[in-house]
């Protein structure tokens, strides 16, 4: 059975930094591009970084400079480094397989950012 775990959130003052993990298991990882997707309320999730199985990364242009993706394939995890935190990146983050998602979904990790 697939499970996806995302944990590392918190409240932050604007201009902070967190970082996000989450671990997999029962899925298959290695072969997969990676990816941090983030729902605030009231809106659409949105996929907000990408890394490949090689290691290519992709970011959107709201955290593109701000935020960095990794995984560690030997233990199916991927990471979100995320600094300079603005009240605008307050969601909850979650993370997936963009090319072949996995259901169900992480629970996410909830990101507040304010003073």
């Known amino acids: 059975q697939s499970h996806i775990v995302e944990s590392g959130g918190g409240l932050v003052q604007p201009g902070g930094s967190l970082r996000l993990s989450c671990a997999t298991s029962?899925?298959?990882?290695?072969?997969?591009?990676m990816g941090w997707y983030r729902q605030a309320p009231g809106k659409q999730r949105d996929l907000v970084a990408t890394i490949t199985r090689f290691g290519n990364t992709d970011y959107s242009d709201s955290v593109k400079g701000r935020f960095t993706i990794s995984r560690e394939n030997g233990k199916n995890t991927v990471y979100l480094q995320m600094n300079s935190l603005k009240p605008e990146d307050t969601a909850v983050y979650y993370c997936?397989?963009?090319?072949?998602?996995?259901?169900?979904w992480g629970q996410g990790t909830q990101v507040t950012v304010s003073s």
């Open positions: 997936n397989r963009p090319d072949r998602p996995v259901t169900p």
């Open positions: 029962g899925i298959v990882f290695d072969i997969y591009r």
